[in-house]
């Protein structure tokens, strides 16, 4: 049932639901999923360690803020995380893969024109082709880091325009990875995080009025 809770809160803090910043009413949680507060804080412990909220004693949980600083680490790290999957999914490809893949890609083609369907479809993609590279620590660590990585990945994709540039990436991503090209699938996937970023930092500029700021690293176009 914690977990349960967890992902659930989860779920909701990237969507927004729960502003940043905002405190979790344990009380009203507590009674709307018909708990004890104890699975419930041993669900806020476990929200505490995915870094989507911080737990202060005699205070509360509250959600953790978003931060620019974080959301260029965060999606950096994963740049790396989900190249180096993407490469290995590609060298290891298989038949069935291949046709999976093809399902995945139909799966964000058909949620283009809402961002949270294209959001999670996105999300799943990223973990299938972690699955696809047959390496259990890193896809370990790439679906641990799907929770906390999700609300930026959010904001990077709140616009047509920037899941419309998305999915050619995927679909290249796919196509090179179906062709056995882990170099290339490794340089798409990283082109494709660190838009995401991009467009992610952007959005939190303006929600605090700074001005935005021209990345020094211009990547070209695989």
């Given at each position: 049932?914690?977990?349960?809770?967890?992902?659930?809160?989860?779920?909701?803090?990237?969507?927004?639901?729960?502003?940043?910043?905002?405190?979790?009413?344990?009380?009203?949680?507590?009674?709307?999923?018909?708990?004890?507060?104890?699975?419930?804080?041993?669900?806020?412990?476990?929200?505490?360690?995915?870094g989507?909220?911080?737990?202060?004693?005699?205070?509360?949980?509250?959600?953790?803020?978003?931060?620019?600083?974080?959301?260029?680490?965060?999606f950096?790290i994963?740049?790396?995380?989900?190249?180096?999957?993407?490469?290995?999914?590609?060298?290891?490809?298989?038949?069935?893969?291949?046709?999976?893949?093809?399902?995945l890609?139909?799966?964000?083609?058909?949620?283009?024109?809402?961002?949270?369907?294209?959001?999670?479809?996105?999300?799943?993609?990223?973990?299938?082709?972690?699955?696809?590279?047959?390496?259990?620590?890193?896809?370990?660590?790439?679906?641990?880091?799907?929770?906390?990585?999700?609300?930026?990945?959010?904001?990077?994709?709140?616009?047509?325009?920037?899941?419309?540039?998305?999915?050619?990436h995927?679909?290249?991503?796919?196509?090179?990875?179906?062709?056995?090209?882990?170099?290339?699938?490794?340089?798409?996937?990283?082109?494709?995080?660190?838009?995401?970023?991009?467009?992610?930092?952007?959005?939190?500029?303006?929600?605090?009025?700074?001005?935005?700021?021209?990345?020094?690293?211009q990547?070209?176009?695989?």
């Amino acid at each position: 049932m914690p977990l349960q809770i967890a992902d659930a809160l989860a779920h909701d803090i990237i969507e927004e639901r729960y502003a940043p910043g905002a405190r979790l009413n344990e009380n009203q949680i507590a009674a709307q999923w018909g708990v004890s507060r104890s699975p419930l804080r041993e669900a806020l412990r476990i929200l505490e360690k995915r870094g989507l909220v911080v737990i202060t004693p005699q205070r509360g949980a509250r959600v953790t803020a978003l931060s620019i600083e974080e959301v260029e680490q965060l999606f950096e790290i994963r740049a790396v995380l989900v190249g180096l999957a993407a490469k290995g999914a590609a060298i290891r490809v298989e038949d069935n893969a291949a046709q999976r893949l093809d399902v995945l890609l139909l799966q964000l083609e058909e949620s283009l024109h809402d961002a949270e369907r294209y959001e999670r479809a996105s999300a799943t993609t990223t973990i299938e082709i972690a699955v696809m590279g047959r390496s259990p620590p890193l896809t370990e660590m790439i679906v641990s880091f799907a929770h906390r990585i999700g609300r930026y990945a959010r904001l990077g994709l709140a616009t047509q325009d920037r899941r419309t540039t998305s999915i050619a990436h995927w679909r290249s991503l796919v196509e090179a990875i179906q062709a056995g090209d882990g170099e290339r699938a490794e340089t798409i996937h990283r082109r494709l995080a660190l838009e995401n970023r991009d467009e992610a930092v952007k959005v939190l500029r303006r929600r605090m009025n700074k001005p935005e700021i021209t990345p020094d690293c211009q990547w070209n176009r695989p």
